[in-house]
């Protein structure tokens, strides 16, 4: 009994850099690391993108085009032990005069300990070293091995190289799935089709082969149809990984869209988190904390407006409560924007650090017993309701050894125009009125 065919993403796998689709930043004629390919010089290095875009194909490239032995390792499965026996085979070969490339697939997902265990192995030249991640390397793979590796980016396929992948497959009689449709024939694909199975896979090759050889499995007259392929795509999301580089970039770029007065970037950029699973409580957090770090005071009615929207995706959930996040997306894109009290907390919480426990003057304390009061306790406190306008011009509230501050400075937008003109009338009352900044004197 013949052994099962393989899947049709790893049989089309690239077998020369002219098959290779998309990376044309990387693998154009006179690019570094097609030179490098051309010339067959070999060295360590780090392949960062999203899935299907050809980390792995372009390690096994490498060690075809320099005739060097290639090891693979999956961080999700192999351990120290399975470290260990690779790099003893690695030795071997060397004694054979053989290079040795050692690939290591998702080695984000190898704690410290266990990527420490390739840096003898790198330096001493017993393996060339190609680690394959979908995670920020800079927070990832620790900096001894980083410091041996070169770094490359790959990024999304593009609809075009996702179509020229799938064309490929499609006419391919030894690799692919050409002639075998009913009656020996290629397979057939409308336009419509094509376009459908592009925008489903993603920018991930792997995902449209997938896709296009179960749609040529069901396809019993020869011709892949649009809605066959609607069908098999149907409950997919976007790439989005959960506490990842695409999580925090998606969830930043949110945030910017917001504090930027872009209503349409900021919704986009809900609906993409969300059709991507992210978890609507998180962003309920972080819309509450655009409200309070962004808008503040230039418009007293985010805060609230962005905590009855955490409330009512709580109490209707989703779809409909997806509603009510977004338009209080739209609410802080579109409102004044004031970070004066967020900068204003930061500067006091300096001070606090900078200054330690000073006493309250006893001017400021309660006196509720004769002692407190014999102590002085009360004294000369001025209560702000007897004084004209409500008050006490001249008054100083912090501690009598720290020098004069002005944390909060409002902004000329929103609400906090009329805050301003208030302060600057009180200030007017003062005996000796005088700007302030936070520095020291």
């Not at 980016?153 to 690799?175: E, F, G």
């Not at 409102?335 to 204003?344: D, E, F, G, I, Q």
């Amino acid at each position: 009994m013949s052994e099962p065919l393989r899947p049709l993403a790893d049989r089309m796998r690239p077998q020369s850099i002219d098959e290779f689709a998309g990376q044309r930043h990387l693998l154009a004629p006179g690019r570094a690391l097609r030179v490098a390919l051309e010339r067959g010089q070999l060295h360590s290095m780090i392949l960062w993108g999203p899935p299907g875009t050809g980390k792995t194909t372009l390690a096994r490239l490498f060690a075809r085009v320099v005739d060097a032995e290639f090891l693979a390792l999956s961080a999700v499965m192999a351990g120290v032990k399975d470290i260990r026996a690779a790099v003893e085979e690695a030795r071997r070969f060397r004694e054979q005069g053989r290079a040795t490339v050692l690939f290591l697939d998702e080695v984000h997902r190898f704690n410290k300990a266990q990527q420490d265990l390739f840096l003898p192995y790198v330096e001493d030249g017993t393996i060339v070293f190609i680690g394959a991640t979908t995670e920020n390397p800079s927070f990832e793979v620790v900096s001894a091995l980083l410091s041996r590796a070169r770094v490359y980016v790959l990024k999304s396929l593009t609809s075009d190289d996702i179509s020229a992948v799938v064309q490929r497959a499609l006419t391919d009689p030894q690799r692919g799935i050409g002639g075998r449709a009913p009656g020996g024939a290629d397979f057939t694909i409308d336009q419509d089709a094509l376009l459908a199975l592009c925008a489903a896979a993603d920018g991930d090759a792997r995902r449209a082969l997938g896709t296009l050889e179960t749609a040529a499995d069901l396809a019993s007259d020869g011709h892949i149809s649009a809605a066959t392929i609607q069908d098999l795509a149907a409950g997919t999301r976007r790439r989005f990984d959960k506490g990842g580089d695409q999580f925090y970039d998606q969830i930043s770029a949110l945030h910017k869209a917001v504090r930027g007065s872009d209503p349409d970037a900021s919704l986009y950029w809900l609906a993409r988190m969300l059709d991507g699973g992210c978890d609507p409580a998180y962003l309920a957090r972080r819309i509450t904390r655009m409200a309070v770090e962004d808008i503040g005071l230039g418009d007293p009615r985010a805060l609230p407006l962005a905590l009855e929207a955490w409330e009512a995706y709580e109490r209707l959930g989703a779809p409909e409560g997806e509603l009510a996040l977004a338009e209080c997306v739209v609410f802080l894109a579109v409102a004044p924007k004031s970070n004066a009290v967020y900068t204003a907390w930061g500067m006091a919480k300096e001070d606090v650090a900078k200054y330690g426990t000073l006493d309250v003057p006893a001017r400021f304390r309660n006196a509720p017993t004769k002692l407190m009061r014999e102590l002085g306790h009360g004294q000369g406190y001025r209560y702000a309701h007897e004084e004209a306008d409500a008050y006490a011009a001249g008054e100083r509230y912090l501690p009598d050894e720290m020098p004069d501050r002005r944390y909060y400075s409002p902004v000329q937008r929103g609400f906090e125009i009329r805050i301003a003109e208030a302060m600057a009338r009180r200030r007017a009352l003062d005996p000796q009125t005088k700007e302030t900044d936070r520095k020291d004197k």
